[in-house]
Structure formats: C-alpha cells, structure tokens
C-alpha cells in the first residue's frame, strides 16, 4: 500500500466533506462575497421598510404608508404596499413556490428571486413561473391604520371577488 494514498485516505476532506459539497459552498460564498462588493449604492433609497403589526394573531394593525411604497412584517410575513390611494396587504410567500419576494424599488414591481416571477405593486402577475396573482389578506381601515386578517387569505384563482375587493381606498375617509 503507498502510503501517500492512505495520508490522502485520512485528510478532512476526504471524510468530512465532498468534493460536490466543498465546491458548492466555496461558490456560494464567493457569490455572496461578490453580490456584497458590487451592490447597487442605491439600494438604500428604496421605497421600503420593516415593520412590526400590533394586535391579536387573527388582526394585525399596521400603520397606513404615508406615500407610495412597501412595508414588511417579516415575522407574520405580510407584505403592506400604498399603491395609487389604495393600500394592500400580501403574502410575503410567491405564489409558485412560497419563495419570500423581494420589492424591486426601481422597476416598481415585486420579483421572485427564485424563478423570477415579477407582479405589479398591487400583486397582479405579470410573467414568470408563477400562474395567480399574489395572495392579498382581506384589510379594513380602522382610525389612521389598515388592519390584516390573517387568517383571510385569497387566492386569486380560487377567491376571485374577494381577491380583487382586499384592498383600502385611501382616497375615502
């Protein structure tokens, strides 16, 4: 037996890991690395923010946008976007395979990262992999913020007329 095989035989990559294993996550990291160095400068002045709903699981109080733009709730994922006078509320989840979608502050859209389905800010398909519109939460407006129910969620193919009535005129008081 040589025994330079048997050194390689014993060597940490041999028995911890993959060669398929290693090369993915060198990849990964040198990807992550490079999208870090080369992000947009202008991806902070997005139309987006981070918030956090008051209330009970079932209804979730959020304040109302004071301009055109989206807030996140990442913790009951749901997506509040101020479209046009009118204010919705979405399943952070793409409908295709429940994917968190990001908000595309530039294109004025939100995109799915993973099969790039792309919807117009009041959640309407636009093309992609994805066949519906994103789930809206059925909304209220209550004294200065529009409440989600979250446990009321249309689908836009099985919902229809909920689906396209979940939505606040703001331009009404």
């Not at 209550?142 to 099985?158: C, F, K, M, S």
Request: aromatic share 8%.
């Amino acid at each position: 037996m040589n025994p330079q095989n048997l050194e390689c035989e014993r060597c940490t990559l041999r028995d911890g890991l993959d060669r398929r294993h290693f090369v993915q996550t060198a990849a990964a990291q040198a990807l992550a690395a490079i999208g870090i160095v080369f992000m947009p400068t202008q991806a902070a002045a997005a139309a987006i923010s981070f918030v956090k709903g008051a209330g009970a699981r079932a209804e979730k109080a959020y304040p109302i946008p004071a301009t055109d733009g989206v807030a996140i709730d990442k913790e009951e994922s749901v997506i509040i976007a101020r479209v046009e006078a009118r204010a919705y509320a979405f399943s952070l989840a793409c409908p295709h395979q429940n994917t968190a979608l990001r908000w595309d502050a530039r294109a004025r859209r939100f995109q799915c990262p993973k099969h790039k389905s792309r919807y117009e800010p009041t959640g309407v398909f636009i093309d992609g992999r994805a066949t519906r519109g994103l789930d809206r939460f059925a909304v209220r407006r209550a004294e200065g913020t529009i409440l989600v129910n979250l446990d009321a969620l249309y689908r836009e193919d099985q919902h229809a007329a909920a689906w396209a009535a979940a939505f606040v005129n703001l331009a009404e008081k």
